[in-house]
């Protein structure tokens, strides 16, 4: 079993900076790819970026490319999504979660172990 705990939400206008962790407790996450996701209300939930184990890939989705960087600190057991230039569309819960396997994947349905998400509200 393995707990993941999302922080560092808030409120920021447009233009601003958030920067979310995700810790995880109950077994080391280093060896699995790690990836979040976002819901807005009465939307689905989507894909955001992914981070594999060592050698460190990622993978994001085009809506968030070049203004948000995923990474991983398997000391602390722990991955962050640093987000710049945030938009009003990037409102929503953010999630973290654990892949099932090794590819970076885009479905959550690839994704076995779930943070209870982090809210981030952007205003124009």
């Known amino acids: 079993q393995v707990q993941l705990v999302e922080s560092g939400g808030g409120l920021v206008q447009a233009g601003g900076s958030l920067r979310l962790s995700c810790a995880a407790s109950?077994?080391?996450?280093?060896?699995?790819?790690m990836g979040w996701f976002r819901q807005a209300p009465g939307k689905e939930r989507e894909f955001v970026a992914a981070i594999s184990r060592l050698p460190y890939t990622t993978r994001y989705a085009d809506s968030v490319k070049g203004r948000f960087t995923c990474s991983r600190d398997n000391a602390k057991n722990t991955v962050y999504l640093q987000m710049n230039s945030l938009q009003p569309e990037d409102t929503a819960v953010y999630f973290c979660?654990?892949?099932?396997?090794?590819?970076?994947?885009?479905?959550?349905?690839?994704?076995?172990?779930w943070g209870q998400g982090t809210q981030v509200t952007v205003s124009s």
């Open positions: 979660a654990k892949a099932r396997g090794q590819i970076l994947a885009i479905r959550s349905t690839d994704y076995d172990y």
């Open positions: 109950g077994r080391t996450i280093s060896m699995n790819p």
